[in-house]
């Protein structure tokens, strides 16, 4: 398994580079950023919406 | 042929019941029109950048990037490159943004009448509205199509779909306004980015790299990775989308919003530049999915439609519960699309459009219940125009046109009214009168007269014309100001 996500790799930027790179980058920080999003996004909207129950109260 | 099953089924109604849930559920927390419109400006870093990504990938995107990658190979994600250096540097910056959120203003043409008077702020809020109209209006049938396309549906079926998906999301965008928008919006981004990186791992495992790569460069030759030895794209392409996505990154209004909700100006450039290299993606990501239709379907399949090739080419590759994760993904593109398009743009008819009418402060309840009622009307637009109107030829292009009719003049009134202190409003309608014509006039010249084919193979330096144009009219109308009448004095 590891082996052949190696050789995909090398193959993604063994030809066109660029678009390689790119692609693997693409993935890379999309996968990354989507977990970082759903778990301090939440944090966000429970802040958003304290801060919105807590004016209207007030 | 489609692996669309109950199991797929039971995954898109799941996702279809929270989000609906999750938007009306926090409409207990709208009692302002400002928090309808920008959420209070709470919003922030992370929360925002969820919203502007899934905002800006709709199915029509992921339709229209995946054409320019069938169509062009790799040289089509060009755009979003574009787009991602002009974010991020934007981002960094906080050119225009910083001054424009600092104003504390709610819409782009609000901070307009502050230099350039009330007439150009209404004028504005006209060009803008009817821009943006006329771009979303192929959202809905788009959308459609890709849907009925990629599960299999009985294309009878495809005007009750995209009615019933418009409704459901004018239902929560009518209710909770800019706070639904950004809930359902996160969940949206994550459905949404599990099943495009999914699909995407699928088609390199199924098709693999050195066939995608093969593919273009059999199609294409060496313009297939490079955009300026493309025969149909060259410096004028490459040009035009550097300035289209600059102006759009500066005013677009669905993207500005998300600067205006922000807590403040820093936390408006923290989004932009988290989310900039998402724009990559959102040309990349697609645009591989339409280089596998190319290589895996036959012409008589595609059919002459280069739109359709990459849903025909999913309905085929990807296997049942994948295919289900697939259509809520594009299910979440779509709403998150629709319900901040019809939030931003009835916003500026409101705050902008509507302002004429308001010289007498209205109650927040009947500013939100005008807010919500517009909201309703475009929505009816929505799917009157999106049933009607066919586009013809490249899409990117057609939205690309449509969009510069207030981008180009959008623009260049927000950076003479950020950076230049001699910008006056006749530069301003100026340069308002050009964005506006010249890009309609190049839609109906590639309809009819008698150079209809050069204007269709010259789409791109027409758009780099009107940019150019636009700017001289600001600057030649500004200087021709009798200095009698300088802002100093009064605009208007």
Not at chain 2, 10 to 20: D, E, R, S
Not at chain 2, 376 to 405: C, M, N, Q, R, S
Request: charged share 15%; hydrophobic share 50%; glycine share 10%.
């Amino acid at each position: 398994m590891m082996t052949a996500i190696i050789n995909t790799v090398a193959t993604m930027l063994k030809h066109h580079w660029f678009w390689g790179a790119m692609t693997l980058a693409c993935l890379v920080w999309y996968s990354t950023i989507t977990i970082y999003i759903a778990i301090k996004g939440i944090g966000d909207i429970r802040n958003m919406l304290r801060k919105l129950s807590g004016s209207k109260n007030q | 042929m489609n692996n669309f099953t109950l199991v797929d089924g039971g995954i898109v109604g799941a996702y279809l019941l929270i989000t609906m849930v999750a938007g009306v559920m926090v409409r207990k927390y709208v009692g302002k029109v400002e928090d309808f419109l920008l959420a209070r400006r709470e919003m922030d870093v992370y929360l925002g950048i969820a919203s502007l990504a899934a905002t800006e990938f709709g199915i029509v995107t992921c339709m229209y990037t995946a054409q320019n990658g069938f169509d062009k190979g790799f040289a089509g994600a060009v755009p979003g490159i574009l787009t991602f250096l002009a974010m991020f540097l934007v981002g960094r910056t906080g050119f225009c943004i910083k001054p424009l959120r600092d104003s504390g203003v709610m819409t782009i043409p609000e901070l307009f009448e502050r230099k350039y008077g009330p007439r150009v702020r209404w004028a504005s809020g006209v060009v803008i509205v009817l821009g943006g109209l006329l771009n979303m209006g192929v959202f809905l049938r788009i959308g459609g199509d890709f849907l009925v396309s990629v599960s299999g549906l009985d294309p009878k079926y495809l005007k009750v779909m995209m009615t019933a998906l418009l409704v459901s999301v004018a239902t929560y965008t009518i209710l909770g306004g800019m706070l639904s928008v950004l809930i359902t919006d996160f969940f949206q981004f994550i459905v949404m980015s599990a099943g495009l990186i999914i699909t995407t791992f699928l088609i390199l495992y199924k098709v693999g790299w050195s066939t995608l790569v093969d593919t273009v460069q059999t199609n294409y030759g060496e313009g297939g990775f490079n955009p300026f030895v493309n025969e149909n794209m060259g410096w004028s392409y490459v040009i035009f989308n550097a300035l289209l996505n600059t102006a759009a990154v500066l005013t677009w209004q669905t993207q500005i919003a998300r600067v205006l909700a922000a807590k403040d100006s820093k936390t408006g450039r923290k989004v932009y530049t988290g989310t900039s290299f998402f724009f990559v993606a959102r040309f990349l990501i697609p645009g591989i999915w339409g280089i596998a239709a190319l290589a895996l379907l036959t012409p008589q399949q595609v059919g002459g439609n280069s739109l359709m090739a990459m849903p025909k080419m999913l309905s085929i590759i990807v296997p049942p519960g994948i295919m289900g994760l697939l259509v809520a993904a594009m299910l979440a593109a779509d709403m998150s699309t629709d319900s901040s398009y019809m939030l931003t743009w009835g916003s500026v008819i409101y705050n902008d459009i509507m302002a004429p009418f308001r010289k007498q402060k209205w109650s927040e309840k009947k500013g939100l219940f005008w807010n919500r009622t517009i909201i309703a009307v475009i929505g009816v637009f929505l799917l009157i125009y999106g049933l009607w109107y066919k586009i013809e030829g490249d899409l990117w292009t057609y939205l690309g046109i449509t969009g510069t009719i207030y981008l180009s003049s959008m623009s260049v009134l927000l950076i003479a009214c950020c950076y230049w202190k001699g910008a006056n409003n006749w530069g301003a309608t100026a340069a308002i009168i050009f964005g506006a014509l010249v890009p309609a006039a190049i839609l109906v010249l590639q309809k009819v007269g008698p150079l209809t084919n050069w204007f269709r193979k010259n789409d791109t330096s027409c758009g780099v014309a009107t940019y150019i144009i636009v700017a001289l009219g600001m600057i030649i109308g500004s200087l021709l100001k009798p200095q009698s009448q300088s802002p100093a004095k009064g605009n208007e």
